[in-house]
């Protein structure tokens, strides 16, 4: 049961990106025992940006991949939520990739893992899982 390991997880642009595509990190949205899953509104803009262009490179429809974006069940959280630990996340991440800093502030404020392919995450004092650890963990 993963709400004994972690009951929600902050989604960063990459996985939302992979599972809006319906690669493996699908896996993980809609399940009756999936953990809750977190993003900010920045990670949401910077995936639908991207993926137009991913779904071509894929062969998949940009509308289908942007479709399956919206439906994904996730929290989306404004920056007046987690503006508190900005400077937090910042301290953390912000001379290494500072477009990761939205969703670190999110993930500490809420005391809760990252979900990310992304190394730069492993800086946080919060753990950071990629998506095949993930899946693992899961089950899936």
């Known amino acids: 049961m993963t709400s004994k390991l972690f009951a ?5 642009t990459n996985v939302l990106a992979a599972a809006a595509l319906g690669a493996a990190a699908a896996r993980v949205f809609g399940r009756v ?4 899953i977190v993003t900010t509104e920045v990670n949401i803009q910077e995936t639908a940006r991207l993926l137009p262009r991913l779904a071509e490179r894929y062969g998949l429809e940009p509308a289908d991949a942007e479709a399956n974006l919206i439906r994904l069940p996730l929290h989306v959280y404004a920056e007046s939520y987690y ?6 996340a910042s301290h953390y991440l912000g001379k290494r ?6 969703l670190a ?3 500490l404020k809420l005391q809760i893992p990252v979900w990310s392919n992304d ?6 004092p919060l753990i950071a899982y990629p998506t095949a650890k993930l899946l693992k963990i899961l089950g899936l």
């Open 83 to 88: 503006e508190s630990h900005l400077a937090e």
């Open 33 to 36: 025992d999936s953990p809750h």
């Open 97 to 102: 990739d500072p477009s990761d800093v939205p």
């Open 105 to 107: 502030a999110l993930a």
């Open 119 to 124: 190394h730069d995450f492993q800086e946080l």
């Open 8 to 12: 929600s997880l902050a989604a960063d």
